[in-house]
């Protein structure tokens, strides 16, 4: 069973950075999207950005400018770079693998934003 595997997780002041990474343990084959999501305490679980297998990204309002997504087809890898960081952005924070055979998620890596 293929699992996905976040790192890149910590604690950061305001105005900090992080690179987050996902990666599959094994191959997944045709993977169309890729995608963060993020969930704060006693809230839902929201969509942070996703990208396509041809490149095209999509960001929630909230941290459009701030964040970006890439992925690593080869490596099947996903990463966000998170920039100026508000303690808002408080979360565990998922990779999801949309892929012909299903879907795959992490279990999550904690972003905590804190002075």
């Known amino acids: 069973q293929v699992q996905l595997v976040e790192s890149g997780g910590g604690l950061v002041q305001p105005g900090g950075s992080l690179r987050l990474s996902c990666a599959a343990s094994?191959?997944?084959?045709?993977?169309?999207?890729m995608g963060w999501y993020r969930q704060a305490p006693g809230k839902q679980r929201e969509l942070v950005a996703t990208?396509?297998?041809?490149?095209?990204?999509n960001y929630a309002e909230s941290v459009k400018g701030r964040f970006t997504i890439s992925r690593d087809n080869a490596k099947n890898t996903l990463y966000l770079q998170v920039n100026s960081l508000k303690p808002a952005d408080t979360a565990v924070y998922c990779c999801?693998?949309?892929?012909?055979?299903?879907?795959?998620w992490g279990r999550g890596t904690q972003v905590t934003v804190s002075s």
């Open positions: 999801e693998f949309d892929a012909r055979r299903g879907t795959y």
């Open positions: 990208i396509t297998s041809g490149g095209s990204t």
């Open positions: 094994g191959t997944i084959a045709r993977i169309n999207r």
